[in-house]
């Protein structure tokens, strides 16, 4: 969206004129998923498509928010308000709150009021991690504006504080990380348990990457995902009675074979399994993308699809049926279902020349297995969370 469109769509929410336009992008992850709160490694970066955020100061001590997303609804407090909102029509607005209440409490002076005005492009539930994108816009609209001196991982951590004290969802870093730190063209190469990183140019020579939506709608807090991160935390107590560890990724695939026994339970050999497995599949993939082998990229990201559907069974009817469809087109060197799962999106590596081709023949397979459309998307690699 342009600057002028926003800063007039603030002006007819408020009746007042807005300061500055800020924007907060989504994320993908190439691979080394449900790696986060595990303690390994992910391989994620920021895409063009995002949140925009207009912001306007105010003389008293009320916020108002205002989404374009829903129906023009508006959450109003007082700035030292601490407490999440319940009613249905306001919870979006927890993401936000979280943000500020955080900063505050870490003595940052936010001391007088202000309006934002918020309208996502991540297109709803489809697993792009809107959630962290809106947090993020906040933390930079703050920083920004209070003129706050704060490091960025100390606001990413504080966006991981949000999704998890403020809303309950007991998700990693990886997603805050990917949003606020970004580089464009750039992968990141995150150690989730040490928070150390890296960027590593994302060069797909003829390929690009296609964001395939099942457009089914999933709320992450609701579904099966603090089950599995419940059930990680299992495995590790049971495998720490013998093992110095204080993540699961840190787990060998030696030690993994030989103290199987301690799990002796079908489920969590499998969800360790996966993430044993997942970790040096996300170390191989950044090594093949820096060696230019795309083809073993495609391979074991595909890998990862396969691990994520048998042993830490989060993707579901719709998410396989994309994968299976992609890995079916000659232009394809790998598919995978991204974030937590249960619906949401998928990506694969596809040749430019073809990408057209080739969505039109996985939307057809989707369409008839499933009964409804998915949604594709280019995905361009951009900046982390900035003031445009």
Not at 1 to 8: P, S
Not at 115 to 124: E, R
Not at 148 to 175: R, Y
Not at 328 to 334: F, H, M, R, V
Request: aromatic share 10%; charged share 20%.
């Amino acid at each position: 969206m342009k600057k002028q469109e926003l800063l007039a769509e603030f002006e007819r929410a408020f009746n007042c004129p807005g300061k500055d336009v800020f924007f907060s992008p989504g994320r993908i992850n190439l691979i080394g998923e449900h790696l986060d709160y595990n303690g390994g490694h992910a391989f994620p970066c920021a895409i063009s498509l995002g949140t925009y955020g207009v912001f306007g100061p105010r003389n008293d001590d009320r916020v108002e928010l205002y989404s374009a997303n829903m129906h023009g609804s508006v959450v109003t407090f007082k700035v030292d308000d601490q407490l999440p909102e319940t009613a249905n029509d306001k919870v979006w607005a927890n993401y936000l709150k979280g943000m500020l209440v955080y900063l505050r409490q870490k003595g940052y002076q936010i001391n007088h009021g202000f309006n934002l005005y918020i309208n996502g492009g991540l297109p709803y539930g489809a697993g792009l991690s809107s959630s962290a994108s809106i947090e993020m816009l906040m933390g930079i609209v703050l920083k920004t504006e209070f003129h706050l001196q704060i490091e960025p991982v100390e606001l990413v951590k504080l966006g991981q504080k949000t999704e998890n004290d403020f809303v309950g969802l007991n998700s990693g870093i990886m997603d805050q990380f990917a949003v606020g730190m970004s580089k464009k063209d750039n992968a990141i190469l995150l150690n989730c348990e040490t928070l150390q990183y890296e960027y590593r140019p994302l060069v797909l020579g003829d390929y690009e990457i296609v964001i395939m939506s099942t457009n089914k709608k999933h709320s992450l807090a609701g579904s099966a995902y603090n089950e599995r991160v419940n059930q990680c935390q299992k495995a590790l107590t049971k495998l720490q009675t013998k093992l110095g560890i204080t993540a699961l990724a840190q787990l060998s695939l030696e030690q993994f074979d030989e103290y199987s026994y301690l799990l002796n339970d079908d489920v969590l050999l499998r969800r360790t399994r996966h993430v044993v497995m997942e970790d040096r599949r996300t170390m191989e993939a950044a090594k093949a993308m820096q060696a230019g082998d795309l083809d073993k990229l495609g391979r074991l990201i595909s890998a990862s699809h396969v691990s994520l559907h048998y042993d830490y069974e989060v993707s579901g009817k719709e998410l396989d049926t994309l994968a299976e469809a992609a890995w079916q087109q000659p232009s394809c060197l790998g598919a995978r279902m991204i974030g937590g799962g249960f619906a949401g999106s998928a990506i694969a590596i596809v040749k430019k020349d073809a990408a057209e081709a080739f969505k039109q023949a996985v939307g057809k397979v989707y369409q008839q297995k499933i009964g409804y459309a998915a949604s594709f998307y280019d995905a361009e690699i951009v900046d982390g969370s900035h003031q445009l």
